[in-house]
C-alpha cells in the first residue's frame, strides 16, 4: 500500500487499533504500534524496525526499542484478537488450521534452535519450529496464535530457557513427550 492509501484508510485504522489499547501500559506504546502497523501495511521493501521507521519519520531505536522493551501484554493482545474474530467473524464454514513452520538458524543461541527437520526446507538443519493456529472463513483468514516447540533440550534446562526468556511451561505441558511454550 502506499502512503497515501494508508492516509485513506487512517481513521479506520486508528478505530481498529484502539480496540488494544488495554494491552499497553502507556500512551506512547500505543502510538507506536499505530505507526509499526503502518509501515507493515506500506509499500516499504524490507519490513525491519529500521526501513519502517525511517518511511514512517521516526527515529529507528524508538521502534526498535518499542519491539525490545516497551511493557504491553501480549497475552491480552492475543485473547482480544480472538475475541473479535469470534464476535465478528464467526462463519458456519469456516475452519481452524494448525501448521509448524521452521527457520533456518546458523547457531546455537536463539531459544529452541537443534538439528531438527526443517518443513520449509524439507530436511533436516539446525532451526526452530513455530506452531501457529489460525482461523480461515470465506473472504477472512487470521492467525489466531503461535507458539515456540522447545527440543527436550531445551525444555528440560530451566538454566537454558532463562537466558534465552523462554516462558516456563505449565505443569500440564511437562509430561507430553513434545514440549511447547
Same mark, same amino acid.
Given at each position: 500500500m502506499?502512503?497515501?492509501d494508508i492516509a485513506k484508510l487512517s481513521k479506520l485504522l486508528l478505530e481498529f487499533l484502539t480496540r488494544f489499547s488495554c494491552c499497553f501500559a502507556r500512551?506512547?506504546?500505543r502510538t507506536l504500534l499505530l505507526i509499526y502497523t503502518r509501515g507493515l501495511l506500506s509499500d516499504v521493501q524490507r519490513k525491519n524496525a529500521e526501513a519502517i521507521a525511517l518511511d514512517q519519520n521516526v527515529a529507528p531505536r524508538t521502534l526498535q526499542r518499542f519491539l525490545e522493551s516497551i511493557v504491553w501484554d @501480549?497475552?491480552?493482545l492475543r485473547d482480544r484478537c480472538q475475541q473479535i474474530v +469470534?464476535?465478528?467473524h464467526a462463519h458456519p464454514d469456516a475452519v481452524g488450521c494448525i501448521?509448524?513452520?521452521g527457520t533456518a538458524k546458523s547457531g546455537h543461541e536463539t531459544a529452541g534452535v537443534k538439528?531438527?527437520?526443517n518443513g520449509n526446507r524439507g530436511k533436516i @538443519?539446525?532451526?526452530v519450529n513455530n506452531v501457529a493456529l489460525a482461523?480461515? +472463513?470465506p473472504g477472512f483468514d487470521c492467525l489466531l496464535d503461535a507458539r515456540l516447540y522447545l527440543p527436550e533440550e531445551w525444555a528440560n534446562d530451566s538454566a537454558r530457557r532463562k537466558k534465552r526468556t523462554c516462558r516456563t511451561m505449565s505443569s500440564s505441558r511437562r509430561n507430553l513427550k513434545s514440549r511447547w511454550i
Open positions: 502506499s502512503v497515501q500512551p506512547a506504546g @501480549e497475552q491480552m +469470534a464476535t465478528e501448521d509448524e513452520t538439528r531438527q527437520y @538443519e539446525n532451526c482461523y480461515s +472463513a
